[in-house]
């Protein structure tokens, strides 16, 4: 199959799209009874989407908040992501069985290929490898993380599948318009990560007097940039007031000034991390 023949591939962009909470609760760098505390107390304040990844080492600890938030399985969205030492040894379903032992769960709703490696060539092997564990019912969608528009076509041209959803770093200063553009001629939804720039972008002056004119925070002022763009933010807090004062950002609709005027924040493809090069394992 060529990259021309990318749109007659299978997508399921769309069904996730459907699928998924507008909003989701980040749970890096936070391990142990803290990870824990801040995935219950996320629960308690509505969030539903989940965001954990094995080379993280808290998934037992957000297992435990899932077992035991009171919420009904089928309300949850639970993502957790390949590390590259299980994307290069190429045992896929076990890195996926291993998952949801330390998680508590029967199946997984999002898991994705945490970082392509692209040196090592083996995202295409490991992108099958998901879609046999969707297949054999383990993972309801299969997504990737950290990939560029020539990854994603590849994966399309040489699986027929596209991935469900690609999980970038993305805030209005990193705003990954090519790649965006590309996910969405695939038929691939767009998740960011630090969606908040890790706090650094709640600072600039254009977000405060956006916030200040609408009487909002920084926080849901980008938050509801990320919305507007039709992407799913995956924002972190460990703080309780924080986490709920990040959902609320759902209900905050920016004018197309303000975004045009967040777009041109944007540094460029420079100001992501380097995928390319940087080992992640
Ligand atoms: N796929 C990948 O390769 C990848 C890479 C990195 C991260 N992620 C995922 O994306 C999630 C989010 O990214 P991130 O944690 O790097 O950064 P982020 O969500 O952009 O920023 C988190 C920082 O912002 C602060 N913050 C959150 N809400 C705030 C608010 N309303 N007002 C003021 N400060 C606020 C937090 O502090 P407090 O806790 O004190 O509120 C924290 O210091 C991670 O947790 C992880 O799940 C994925």
Redesign the pocket.
């Known amino acids: 199959m060529t990259p021309e023949t990318d749109v007659a591939a299978k997508t399921h962009g769309n069904a996730v799209r459907d699928a998924l909470p507008p909003i989701g609760l980040?749970?890096?760098?936070?391990v142990g009874p803290d990870a824990t505390a801040a995935v219950l107390a996320g629960l308690e304040s509505g969030y539903r989407l989940i965001?954990?990844?094995t080379i993280?080492d808290n998934e037992d600890a957000v297992g435990a908040a899932l077992s035991t938030c009171g919420v009904d399985r089928a309300e949850l969205f639970v993502t957790t992501?390949l590390r590259g030492s299980d994307h290069v040894s190429g045992d896929i379903r076990g890195a996926v069985e291993r998952s949801l032992d330390r998680l508590g769960l029967d199946h997984l709703d999002l898991f994705?290929i945490?970082?392509p490696l692209p040196r090592l060539d083996r995202y295409v092997a490991a992108f099958e490898g998901i879609l046999e564990c969707r297949d054999a019912g383990l993972v309801r969608y299969a997504g990737v993380?950290?990939f560029l528009e020539h990854h994603l076509r590849r994966l399309v041209a040489e699986t027929g599948e596209a991935p469900a959803v690609n999980?970038i770093?993305m805030?209005p200063t990193i705003a990954r318009v090519s790649v965006r553009r590309a996910a969405d001629e695939l038929g691939v939804f767009t998740q960011s990560?630090?969606?908040?720039?890790?706090?650094e972008t709640?600072r600039s002056p254009v977000v405060t007097a956006i916030a200040e004119r609408l009487d909002v925070?920084?926080?849901?002022v980008i938050l509801a940039w990320h919305l507007a763009h039709g992407v799913v933010p995956?924002?972190?807090?460990?703080?309780p007031a924080?986490?709920a004062?990040?959902l609320a950002a759902v209900h905050v609709r920016l004018e197309p000034a303000d975004v045009a005027a967040l777009d041109a924040l944007d540094r460029g493809e420079s100001a992501a991390r380097d995928v390319e090069r940087e080992e992640?394992f």
Do not use: C, F, M, V
């Not at 990560?193 to 706090?199: K, N, V, Y």
């Open positions: 980040g749970t890096w760098p936070l965001d954990t990844a993280y992501k994705l945490h970082w993380s950290n999980q770093q805030d990560w630090s969606p908040l720039g890790r706090g709640l925070t920084p926080a849901q995956i924002a972190r807090s460990a703080n924080r986490q004062e990040n992640h």
